[in-house]
């Protein structure tokens, strides 16, 4: 009988794939592991994000559909942040439609440490605000001072100042011409207290007084937009264009306002028939100047108004008083400076 | 060291049983898919968990909200009735507010929401304050205060109303987010486990497969050997297993059964080949026989009529007083009976010596007394048997190719002796003698090829027919000897029987 070597083959082959069956089983265990840990981490990473405590809570009320002011929040929060202060856009974070009034009362029932205030003081307003300042809250006002009350800090331009900057512009505009026989319709918020449209009248008046008195004084009127009603504002703006004859030139007092205009004379096709001067900064401002369908923007600086706000408020907190007016520069940006701004960021 | 670990794990499986190896290579697979359901189980049941807890924090708004209902209706159901069951209402309600609002939180983190808890929990904190105020003024009857209050109250009702709505409708924002993440993530774990559990479950398969296959083969191939072997065929190929497995066990003993039943045969047919050996010498024998009785026939060619004749002369003889011619005729009738008689069966050496007696008798008879005859016999050994016609074809012989022709006085000598366990027949004569080639040629078998004389008249038993018979009979070939110290110098032939009692 044949007999073959000793064959040690048909135990080890079952051993070998036993042993590699395993390993295989094992690895592909070892990869659902690996895969739902990382799944799993992936989840509670994003469950825990990182949440800073906060030692100081301000609140920033202002219209939060503008630019402008979304700006400005941004800089007070970076700057507030350092401090480790959390400012609080409250408008933004309330899913209601609340005036700055009622933001005014939640922000001082709410005990928050500071107000940030970017709207117009009216009358009710004061109240709070003096409120407020009562119950230990320090408030910052923004932009329009509400001077009859106790507020700690006025952060912005005079009204006055402001109203030169833009009287500059018309007569730069109307160069060499006959001041007096034109025509300027400014349009600010209806909202704004008649003594600041006054001021911003008597500040221009006085402007071609003083530096131009053989030219005359342009006819200056106000025009006022409700702002309450976010949809009616474009169609405000339309109106103007249409329905009256257009003035030499316009002044728009806030960004929305500025935006809505110059659109609307592109869709109109009245370019060139007035000249627009606007009010802050973005890229279709400074396309529109470049193109000059606006013919300048006067712009403040956002981070300066907002670092500004923060730091009275902080100092207010910290020693219980603070400067009471904090001003803010003011820049004029013409058709040279934005094709500088265009040429910059290409 | 890893090596040699691997080595005691392989002779460790080598010598499992069948039954562990099986219940190893079903148990690692086995509890390999089952701990990976259970994980996967629990970790899609976490994840399920935290869905589940996702709408928590609406529900929990919610149920804020309408606490905050209750306590200023139940504020306001006292103020109309300031009945004690409204007081108890508004305590309680309060008291499950109070209760929301502290679980709620007052810190004041980066996330938006705690923010807004914040708000809530210090607008409550007021709300509360107020509404207290307000009920401790309707007792006290104050109405233009606790009117007073009650207005505020509500307004701050409609601001916590709007802020708990606000924070519901954010919170409701992130978890439809955090759902829809979790939901993904399901998902994809479902396809992971789905997948691993296919490779698992198709590993499993071909690691299962290839394991039965390995242990199967070599019981296949002992059931090819198998039948193999019942076809007749042992010359068949078993691998020799290690390991001590009932396979390697059971292949093994096949093997070791194969090897000695083919031994086993091997022997039967040794056996069987020399039993047909034996046949075949006992027909060689017979034919033998056949040969010199055909001999005996072509020579007498009716020995019982020759018988009759003779007896019939031996009578006459007797008649006539003829004595001599008597026992002539009476010793030729034996010698020739004998002949017939003994030729297929064995005799004893008496008969034999008896045989020769006569036919030396005859001859001289035939040779007037030329053929001198001595012998010296052992009385002990005369009842041995041997073979018939073996001592008178060599005397014979002696006669014929020794003493016929020579010159001297012929002498034949007949000695039987016993030496131990031997019989020693000798036929020797003192005539012409052998050469050694005729005595190799004789002693091989080939008696034919020596040369005879032209007058031979033998009987017809030759002396190759003698020793072929002799070999057979006691079964060993040096039976016979043939010594001649050369020629003129005699013959002596020499038969060697061993002595049985």
């Keep these: 009988m044949k007999k073959k070597s000793t064959n040690t083959s048909y135990g080890n082959k079952a051993f070998r794939i036993m042993i590699a069956g395993t390993i295989i089983m094992i690895l592909a265990t070892i990869c659902t592991v690996v895969l739902f840990s990382y799944v799993m981490n992936k989840l509670n990473y994003i469950e825990t994000e990182a949440i800073t405590e906060f030692d100081g809570h301000y609140v920033f009320i202002a219209d939060h559909e503008e630019d402008f002011w979304q700006q400005v929040y941004a800089k007070a929060n970076e700057q507030a942040a350092q401090d480790n202060v959390y400012v609080e856009y409250l408008e933004k974070s309330l899913g209601v439609n609340y005036t700055n009034y009622d933001l005014f009362r939640v922000a001082i029932n709410s005990s928050v440490d500071g107000i940030i205030y970017g709207g117009t003081p009216d009358l009710q307003i004061s109240k709070l605000i003096n409120k407020a300042v009562n119950d230990g809250i320090g408030v910052v006002i923004l932009q329009n001072d509400a001077e009859n009350t106790t507020r700690q800090c006025f952060v912005g331009v005079n009204n006055y100042e402001l109203g030169q900057v833009y009287a500059g512009q018309i007569a730069e505009m109307f160069s060499g011409q006959n001041y007096g026989e034109k025509k300027v319709k400014i349009v600010i918020n209806s909202n704004v207290p008649e003594g600041v449209g006054n001021l911003f009248i008597i500040a221009m008046e006085d402007f071609f007084v003083e530096k131009y008195p053989e030219q005359g004084v342009p006819e200056i009127e106000l025009v006022r937009i409700d702002m309450q009603d976010v949809f009616s504002v474009e169609e405000d703006v339309r109106n103007i264009i249409l329905q009256e004859e257009l003035p030499d030139a316009m002044i728009c007092l806030n960004s929305t306002f500025t935006q809505c205009m110059f659109q609307a004379l592109v869709d109109l096709n009245k370019v060139g028939e007035t000249q627009l001067v606007g009010y802050y900064v973005n890229d279709n401002i400074i396309d529109a100047i470049d193109k000059q369908v606006i013919y300048s923007t006067v712009s403040i600086d956002t981070e300066q108004l907002g670092k500004s706000s923060v730091l009275a408020l902080e100092e207010y907190c910290n020693y219980g008083y603070t400067n009471s007016y904090v001003p803010v520069s003011v820049s004029v940006i013409g058709k040279k400076e934005a094709r500088g701004m265009i040429d910059d960021k290409e | ?501």
Excluded at chain 2, 129 to 146: C, D, F, H, M, P
Excluded at chain 2, 403 to 410: L, P, S, V
Excluded at chain 2, 421 to 443: A, P, R, T, W
């Design chain 2, 1 to 501: 060291m890893i090596k040699n670990n691997n080595s005691r794990i392989e002779s460790v499986w080598n010598n499992a049983s069948i039954q562990k190896k099986l219940m190893f290579s079903f148990f690692i697979p086995i509890m390999l898919i089952l701990s990976m359901n259970i994980y996967i189980y629990i970790n899609v049941n976490s994840m399920i968990a935290r869905i589940d807890q996702i709408y928590v924090s609406n529900v929990t708004l919610s149920e804020l909200s309408d606490q905050l209902s209750n306590v200023q209706v139940s504020t306001r159901e006292y103020l109309e009735n300031k009945g004690s069951t409204a007081l108890a209402k508004y305590y309680e309600a309060e008291q499950d507010y109070r209760d929301s609002i502290q679980d709620l939180g007052n810190n004041l983190t980066s996330n938006s929401m705690a923010v807004m808890q914040k708000n809530i929990t210090r607008q409550s904190e007021k709300y509360l304050s107020l509404i207290n105020e307000t009920i401790q003024a309707k007792r006290g009857r104050n109405v233009e205060k606790y009117r007073t209050t009650y207005e505020q109250s509500e307004v701050l009702y409609m601001d916590l109303q709007n802020c708990i709505y606000s924070l519901n409708n954010e919170q409701f924002k992130v978890n439809a987010s955090s759902y829809y993440v979790l939901l993904s993530s399901l998902k994809y774990m479902e396809t992971i486990s789905i997948t691993i559990l296919v490779i698992i479950g198709v590993v499993n398969i071909i690691v299962i497969y290839l394991l039965t296959r390995s242990m199967t083969y070599p019981l296949i191939e002992l059931s090819h050997a198998a039948n193999e072997v019942a076809d007749g065929n042992f010359e068949v190929d078993i691998a020799e297993l290690d390991g001590n497995d009932e396979i390697s066990v059971v292949s093994n003993a096949f093997s070791q059964m194969v090897e000695r039943l083919q031994l086993y045969i091997e022997e039967i047919r040794d056996s069987m080949k020399r039993e047909s050996d034996l046949k075949e010498h006992e027909l060689v024998m017979e034919s033998r026989m056949k040969e010199v009785e055909l001999r005996n026939l072509q020579a007498q060619i009716n020995p019982h009529f020759l018988f009759n004749t003779l007896n019939a002369g031996a009578q006459l003889a007797m008649m006539e007083d003829a004595d001599k011619t008597t026992d002539f005729i009476q010793n030729m009738a034996d010698f020739f009976r004998y002949n017939l008689k003994k030729i297929n069966m064995d005799t004893s050496i008496e008969e034999e010596v008896s045989l020769v007696d006569k036919y030396i008798y005859i001859l001289n008879v035939r040779f007037t007394g030329e053929i001198h005859y001595d012998k010296q016999v052992d009385e002990s050994v005369l009842k041995l048997r041997i073979p018939s016609m073996v001592l008178q074809p060599i005397v014979e012989n002696a006669v014929n190719y020794g003493i016929r022709n020579i010159d001297w006085e012929g002498h034949i000598y007949l000695n039987i002796s016993r030496d131990g366990d031997m019989v020693y027949l000798s036929v020797k004569d003192n005539g012409i003698g052998m050469k050694q080639e005729d005595i190799e040629l004789i002693k091989n078998g080939q008696a034919s090829e020596v040369p005879k004389p032209s007058n031979s008249d033998s009987n017809g038993v030759g002396l190759a027919n003698v020793i072929e018979r002799l070999q057979i009979f006691t079964g060993n070939e040096d039976v016979v000897d043939i010594i001649s110290e050369g020629e003129g110098k005699g013959t002596e032939v020499v038969i060697k029987i061993p002595f049985v009692e």
